[in-house]
């Protein structure tokens, strides 16, 4: 690589840059993410939990390296020859595309990262409505803001579309069959995101329970072709060999840990709910109100970029009214109610909409497997030349694909009389 500069990180000590990742990062589109961070609130429970998403993006962009070098490494000739990347013009070529992908994979977060995806605004003639989601902001950015960088002959002949192949699912390129391979580097159940993100944040909000052996898991991954024998087709994915399966369930179960304890925190979901009231009321002041109290779309990039969490939280005490004074005071409201294995707390929120009205409570659900739908993660056996599900080799996996639910409810503290 032509190394123009070098960052130290906590996690992986040196991510190194070249001059077109340097240009990339330079621009205010990316120096944006410095503001934003990458737990919105969190810190009110874990004061440590201050990163950004600016240097998430960098990790994200250095683990995708190290993976996509493993899995080529790992690789058989005549598979990389199937898959359009045994050659090195061809290996160095998409090499560059996955980092730029990694690196510009959150561009278009909103303020407050996931915790302002509430505000999104609606998608045009959506019904039942459906609203955008980031990853619509990131395709806009990318296509308008960084086209010229990615693009730039000097550094290549990469298209900017072979970037966003990798980031938006829906993205005509993936069709190209070398693009739909390497996206599950971006997202899948292993990916380089989910792999930075919880070392990343369990190291700032001085927890362990995002540890895991992330060489390990690298060290591990390959492409291999698995057969269906039902639908009589073949295909290849990113799979891990039987080495690295203990890698991979202590990747999962860090992030149910992760999320139980530190995402899913009650304190942490408290400041959520006040923070999608204060911002939703700030944005029915600013421009004019123009926007209905949502972020603006992806075509009002101009706007759109403005906004960052300086920003809005510069804002709480003049249009932050009651739940913008709670975040600028730590005075949220108080968990009355929680609930992790009961699919159907109905009747214990009807009792509590009885007793304390229903504009003093505040229900936050959740409910997902943690393991499995569409994105599954496949085994390869060398010997035998196959690949298995992992919730087949594993019966810690086995239990992950069982829907998790957790329910909790917030009471106003004024109207608490007990």
Known sequence: MNTSKRLRDVIYGFIHLDKQECEIINRPEFQRLRRIKQLALTNMVYPGAMHTRFEHSLGVMQMASDMYDRILDNTDTETLEACGLHEEQQQKHYRKVVRLAALLHDIGHPPFSHAGEDLLPPLPKSNPPKHYKHEAYSVSIIQERFKGSIENPQYGKIKVEEVIALIDDKFVLRKNYTSGLLAQIISGQIDADRADYLLRDSYHAGVKYGVYDHKILVNSLRIAKQTDHIEGTESHHIVI??????????????????????????????????????????????????????FPPPTKLDQYLLLDDIYMESRFREYGGYHGEIILNRNHWKQKYSSDDNPNSNEEISKLKEKYGEENIHIDTYSKPWYGG?????????????????????????????????????????????
């Open 374 to 418: 569409a994105k599954t993660i496949l085994v390869y056996d060398k010997d035998k030349k196959l690949c298995k599900e992992l919730h087949e080799k594993s019966n810690l996996i086995d239990a992950l694909s069982k829907k998790t639910y957790s329910t909790r409810i917030f009471l106003n503290p004024e109207h608490n009389k007990d």
């Open 241 to 294: 060999d039987k080495s690295g399966i203990h890698a991979v369930e202590s990747l999962l179960i860090a992030r149910y840990q992760m999320f139980m304890q530190v995402y899913r925190h009650k304190v942490r979901c408290a400041y959520n709910f006040h923070l999608e009231k204060a911002c939703r009321e700030i944005l029915l002041h600013v421009n004019k109100g123009i926007f209905k109290g949502v």
